[in-house]
């Protein structure tokens, strides 16, 4: 590790959660993931321990990515901090909120895009902003702006099929975005893509997050993608499932391949992936 | 690959003109065999009229509005026992999918009902019901009941769990996940058991109105063939036929209009 990058050297800073006294966690923005374990029995009733303590805490407007082999409980950490998975010890707390079922402003964005079939573009978007309450007038407006957000202004009345799988997912993004949410957990989002489309939407995602300011947890396998997009990556490893490292970056945006600082980082994160 | 096998067609007609012309061809072929059996005298003449007796039938009984009034009253029934059985169907199927505890009470009673051909139901639906709609209704709807609960468990049970999670992930309030969510996204296996059901109850509605019943298709052929006017009795066969294909269309049609329009396999133009 010759050339250390910038990011590396500034691991050590606290994030503003860290620095927080405890009483006021409780009204911090952001997620703070407090002791949580994730246990289950298997076929054979024997105990199988998925997560080990984790301890997390991530600001508000923070893009975080996860990374991880297989089996390393990434998905399950994602799926707890969604609300679809109890943790069997702990909790998490979204903007002081603890969580307890999916919904209450946790947007969600799969890898399988799960678009409703039966709803055109703009009907996801509507179907998501018919949740919060607003006339009709509001909503159409609503709508307007995040299809103008994706860039899919045209493809309106597009069912999915009819749509690539791209533009599928930024129509998801959107349905996310359209609860407002408080953050974005996205599960392996553009892992369904090809090369070219992942390329695009990455720059989308950061275009995104960079007009919208949401707090964002991201579930990657690849080194490169994190690397691109996050403010911190979490490395995770098997066996149980726990935090290995926490790699923050500090090198600007856009992060070109061909900047030494990238390379050199992206090598780091392939090494703490063992 | 199709000059290999011998066929080689050097002008291609559109598919609807190719189906129209086999169409065209077997009808041609029935009245063929039909026409050369009465006039070889295969059974005697009035126990088989021929297809000029039965049009003549046919417009007799166009005229006088007997048809009209039969077929009214038979697609009554249809259509008020099918949708019975659709709606029972169709909401018991969705308990089923979403709640095991539902199925387990409820499968072992559909798995056996489905082994009893309806027909069988028909004395038991006498004694209960009388000889009135009532007895056809109950008939038509168990009929239409059974292919559609199952149709539509399934396509609950087949809901990709990523769908649900998203529509949870959205705060949906429960009505709107039911409405919204599970019966659109098990829309293709439901839209199957209704027209299996439909087919079915067809079959059914005429059965009982041959048996129990005092108007009606069914019960034009039995009177036709009690007094002997067998004219009759084809023509309603013919009828049966054409009205069940008709029907059939015409749900198929509904159902790719305003149920599965979002479908990929009903959309043409964009394959």
């Known amino acids: 590790m010759a050339a250390t990058p910038r990011s590396a050297q ?20 952001g997620i703070v993931i407090e002791n949580v374990t994730k246990s289950y029995l298997d076929a054979r009733n024997i105990t199988v321990q998925a997560l080990s303590t984790i301890d997390l805490e991530i600001a508000s407007g923070e893009f975080v990515c996860l990374i991880g082999k297989s089996g390393c409980g990434k998905t399950t950490l994602l799926n707890i901090i969604a609300g679809f998975v109890t943790p069997s010890t702990g909790r998490v707390l979204v903007d002081g909120e603890r969580v307890t079922r999916p919904g209450q402003g946790k947007g969600m964005v799969f890898q399988q895009f799960a678009l409703f079939p039966w709803l055109t573009a703009i009907g996801n978007i509507d179907f998501a902003l018919k949740q919060r309450n607003l006339d009709k007038a509001t909503r159409q407006t609503l709508a307007a702006e995040l299809i103008g957000l994706i860039g899919l202004k045209g493809f309106e009345e597009k069912y999915p099929y009819q749509l690539s799988g791209g533009m599928q997912q930024r129509v998801a993004i959107a349905r996310a975005l359209a609860i407002d949410p408080k953050v974005l957990l996205m599960d392996e989002p553009l892992g369904a893509l090809d090369e070219l489309t992942r390329d695009t939407l990455q720059a989308e995602i950061l ?62 994160v392939q090494a703490a992936l063992g | ?94 308990l089923m999918g979403l709640a095991p505890v539902v199925r387990m009470a409820l499968a072992p009673i559909v798995e056996l009902l489905r082994t009893i051909p309806p027909l069988a139901w028909i004395p038991l639906a006498i004694i209960w019901f009388g000889i009135g709609e009532a007895s056809k209704l109950f008939l038509i ?131």
């Open chain 1, 10 to 29: 500034s691991a050590g800073a606290a994030t503003p959660a860290q620095n927080a006294p405890a009483e006021l966690q409780l009204q911090m923005r």
């Open chain 2, 1 to 94: 690959m199709a000059q290999t096998i011998g066929i080689n067609m050097s002008i291609r007609f559109p598919p609807f003109v190719q189906r129209l012309f086999f169409l065209a061809a077997a009808a041609a072929l029935i009245l063929a065999l039909w026409s050369a059996m009465v006039a070889i005298r295969f059974v005697p003449e009035n126990l088989l009229p021929g297809p000029a007796a039965v049009m003549q039938a046919g417009w007799q009984e166009a005229v006088s509005g007997r048809l009209l009034v039969s077929t009214e009253i038979s697609m009554l029934r249809l259509c008020s026992g099918f949708a019975i059985g659709a709606a029972i169907g169709v909401v018991l199927g969705i």
């Open chain 1, 207 to 268: 275009r995104i997050w960079a007009a919208h300011r949401k707090t964002i947890v991201f579930v990657t396998h690849s080194v490169t993608e994190a690397v691109r997009l996050a403010d911190r990556i979490v490395v995770m490893s098997a066996g149980p499932g726990r935090i290995s490292q926490i790699i923050p970056i500090s090198i600007p945006r856009p992060r070109l391949r061909t900047n030494a600082e990238v390379v050199a980082l992206e090598e780091m």
């Open chain 2, 141 to 271: 709807a168990l009929t239409a009941f059974i292919p559609i609960v199952i149709a539509t468990d399934r396509g609950v049970k087949q809901i990709d769990p990523v769908l649900m999670r998203a529509a949870r992930s959205l705060d949906v309030p429960s009505h709107r996940m039911m409405t919204g969510v599970v019966l659109k996204a098990a829309m293709p296996d439901i839209a199957t058991g209704l027209r299996l059901g439909w087919t079915l109850s067809f079959a059914i509605l005429v059965g009982a109105e041959m048996i129990a019943a005092d108007a009606g298709i069914g019960h034009m052929l039995m009177r036709a063939m009690n007094v002997g006017r067998f004219d009759i009795v084809i023509l309603g066969i013919l009828f049966l036929g054409v009205l069940s294909i008709a029907t059939d269309a015409i749900l198929t049609f509904l159902i790719a209009r305003f149920l599965l329009h979002w479908h990929m396999g009903s959309d043409k133009e964009v394959q």
